[in-house]
């Protein structure tokens, strides 16, 4: 496969896992199988994971190597802020906290402090571009998705990020499954919340077979016990979306639709879990691991959350990483 083909199935992956995970979002896994029994096929559109991760990719094809935190503010302050009017709508409590700080004036890394809640997924969920923007450098992604997050989270957040990151990076270099979640592991530190939660996560599937036709309810509930935060009103936690999605992506052997399906019958912030799942999994099996009646109803973005970017479809946002690579 091409670093191309690879590019297209990241994001059309985390598209895909988007859109079929956003109706489970902040369920319980016991109540997504009342209402589906399994979610398998995509019936509404994305949410703010898929166009983050479009404007992500915005800021590497403009400043590639050399992006830096300040040229991420700036594109906030120049691209996103004009263009809200009223309340910013459906995006998460990271990226609302940064577009106040960076109004009244902060400049990472304490925009990214400023809200308390640094230690959201909202960079996980926009990783991937910057995997793809790596193919084979687990380190590089890492340090450049870390520019991304000094201006919009802090602590586990931002090593949520640089988790996926590297992952996607080792996809994109050939790497097999294994090897991928040890990419992540590699570019954060082993006494982190998150690495930690990694390290759980694998222990549990280790117990458990191959997650086949339909999901084990007793893995699910020993994932849950590993890593979720019980009582925890919300479920935007980086340290627990990062381990479910990658036991998701480990759990289906990097295929992208055992993947994806595990991943958003994991519920709490499923459709976080199904794209960070779904981008590891297309870079590994490139565009056509992507199952087809999926890929024909992902279209172009509306812009709902992020104006700048409606009207942009992943696999073009794909091609134009790809040609710097």
């Known amino acids: ?38 979610l398998t096929e995509i019936e509404g559109g994305g949410t703010d994971d898929t166009e983050y991760a479009i404007f992500a990719a915005s800021l590497l094809v403009t400043h590639g190597h050399a992006l830096t935190s300040a040229d991420v503010a700036n594109a906030y302050r120049r691209e996103i802020i004009p263009r809200i009017e009223g309340p910013m709508k459906g995006a998460g409590f990271s990226e609302l906290g940064t577009v106040e700080a960076l109004r009244r004036g902060l400049e990472p890394p304490l925009s990214g402090q400023a809200h308390q809640h640094g230690w959201s997924d909202g960079l996980a969920m926009r990783a991937a571009p910057y995997g793809i923007f790596c193919p084979g450098d687990p380190a590089e992604a890492a340090r450049l998705i870390e520019q991304d997050g000094l201006v919009s989270g802090s602590g586990e957040g931002i090593l949520g990020g640089r988790a996926v990151a590297g992952a996607v990076a080792a996809a994109m270099g050939g790497a097999s499954p294994p090897e991928v979640v040890s990419a992540a592991l590699s570019v954060i530190p082993a006494d982190s919340w998150t690495a930690r939660n990694i390290a759980r996560a694998c222990e549990v599937l280790g117990r458990f077979p191959p997650v086949e036709s339909g999901e084990d309810l007793a893995l699910v509930e020993a994932l849950h016990e590993a890593v979720v935060v019980k009582h925890y009103p919300w479920t935007d936690v980086a340290p627990e979306a990062v381990a479910l999605a990658l036991a998701a992506f480990l759990a289906g052997d990097g295929d992208v639709a055992a993947a994806v399906t595990f991943g958003v019958s994991l519920g709490r912030d499923a459709d976080t879990i199904g794209a960070i799942a779904g981008a590891v999994a297309g870079a590994v099996q490139g565009e056509h691991g992507v199952p087809a009646r999926w890929a024909e109803k992902i279209g172009p973005v509306s812009g709902k959350c992020l104006p700048v970017v409606a009207g942009k479809h992943v696999l073009d946002v794909a091609d134009e990483l790809a040609k710097g690579l």
């Open 1 to 38: 496969m091409t670093f191309r083909d690879k590019a297209r199935g990241s994001l059309l992956g985390l598209a895909a896992g988007d859109a079929l995970g956003a109706p489970a979002e902040n369920l319980t896994p016991a109540e997504i199988r009342r209402r589906w029994g399994r």
